[in-house]
């Protein structure tokens, strides 16, 4: 009940005070994930209008401005350059582990913080999820969001009110997890999990969450990030993992110190012990992480490997006494003598 009150809650005076000096805010018409529409009386005229007021703290893309004509309402928006996340994929096809943790840790906050609010946002994807110069990423298209009771789980459409799933328990926050899934699958390797040209099979693969790391594109991927994955995509939503738990997940903790390490040295004098220290370890994860004799025997191994690849064209077949024996003109040597 409190909280019902609170989501009812007019905006205070002191940041709204030009909309209370000319209207007098009424009952609630209708409520949206970010804004609530109130029927309200200009103070002069007394003629009725439908006031929507929009709680700026949930939108993710900032409002700059707002101009209003005759005909026409201008919100002016932050610009996000580099657009939307499907359309900067499409251009450079995959994202090294570096980026899609930089990106995936932020959408999971996104996620977060939504659930927080017990709002499903429903319909997570790359074309809902915009990136600025610096690849902040913005979380954008709340037409499919629902603001979930205490409890509450949805359907989906084909499911409602048919006798066959009755007992079908529907779906809640953990749709927004198997979607944050699918996004870092496909930042990774450029193509979703699921995909296959015939739709039936697409869906049943869905369903049975099958899905695979064999592609040549997952050979020089860690195994953390496809460990994400696998808990993000769980058929038993009761098994999936949450925002929350996702990111304290070892893909996005073992390398703070990798993504940090240059805004740390630059706010550092380059005398102070703590630089040196820095600059030490951030020496030794890069030795460690690197090494010469290994890399070279690797190199040699590599190349023995195709030299015998390319000689078993040329390279006579072993010759076993019983084989020839049993059938002397499977060998072409033994074939020659025979017809000579």
Known sequence: MAKEEEEDSLPDKDAAKGFY?????????GRGISSVVRRCIDKETGKEYAAKIIDLGIAEVELQDVFESDAFMFLVFELCRHGELFDYLTSV??????KTRY???QVFEGVDYIHSCNIVHRDLKP???????????????????RHLAENERLFAPETL??????????????IDIWACGVIMFTLLVGC?????????????????????FTSPEWIDISEDPKDLIRRCLVVDPCKRITAREALKHSFFNTVLFEQ??????????????????????????KHSQF?????????ILCVRAMVRIKRLKYTAEPLNVEDAMRDPYRVKILRKVSNS
């Open 93 to 98: 096809v995959t994202l090294s582990e570096k």
């Open 127 to 145: 074309e809902n999820i915009l990136l600025d110069d610096s690849l902040n990423v913005k979380i954008t298209d709340f037409g499919f969001a």
């Open 161 to 174: 009110k048919c006798s066959m799933f009755d007992d079908a328990p529907g779906y809640s926050k953990e």
């Open 291 to 299: 090494n010469a004799k290994k890399k070279f025997q690797y190199a």
């Open 103 to 105: 990106i995936m840790r």
């Open 192 to 212: 979703p999990p699921f995909w296959h040209r015939k739709q039936m099979i697409m869906l049943r693969n869905i369903m049975e969450g099958k899905y695979s």
């Open 260 to 285: 940090d390490i240059g805004h740390l040295k630059r706010s550092l004098s380059t005398r102070t012990r703590r630089f040196s220290r820095i600059a030490d370890l951030e020496m030794l994860r």
């Open 21 to 29: 000096a000319r209207y007098e805010p009424k009952e609630i018409l």
